[in-house]
């Protein structure tokens, strides 16, 4: 009977050793990931912030500017060209009413189109020129 207990409370700190080797390897293995994510997210802190200074690099005006002009082919505009918000037609404005407001500002050329909404020709303003 003193062997049986003996070999029960033998068997109970093996028992117990185990476990706390599982826990102890259980801990290693979930600090070593939490490394390894910590090292991840400085690599990739380190390409967002290479990112951020090359895309401050592209994206500055004096390099955007001849490219736009190179590439578009851009013009720029004349005074007359110029238009305000005031020469923006409202919504539900009809054609005719675009005309006469354009025409108010100068810049569209008189057209003799009807007043009442059913232009006989077409009321158009001038093209800017590129």
């Not at 600090?31 to 400085?42: F, N, V």
């Not at 895309?55 to 851009?74: G, M, N, T, Y």
């Not at 238009?83 to 009413?97: F, N």
Request: glycine share 6%; charged share 25%; no cysteine.
């Amino acid at each position: 009977m003193v062997r049986f207990l003996n070999l029960l409370a033998i068997l109970a700190l093996v028992g117990s050793a185990i476990y706390a080797y599982s826990i102890k390897y259980e801990t290693i293995f979930h600090a070593e990931k939490i490394a390894s994510l910590k090292h991840q997210i400085k690599d990739e802190q380190d390409s967002i912030g290479m990112l951020k200074a090359e895309w401050a690099h592209v994206i500055r005006p004096e390099r955007v500017q001849p490219l736009a002009d190179k590439l578009l082919d851009l013009q720029p505009l004349a005074l007359n060209q110029i238009v305000g918000p005031e020469a923006l037609p409202d919504r539900g404005m009809r054609v005719d009413e675009i005309g006469r407001k354009l025409e108010a500002l100068g810049l569209a050329e008189p057209t003799n189109t009807p007043r009442d909404g059913n232009a006989a020709g077409s009321v158009t303003p001038s093209s800017p020129a590129r």
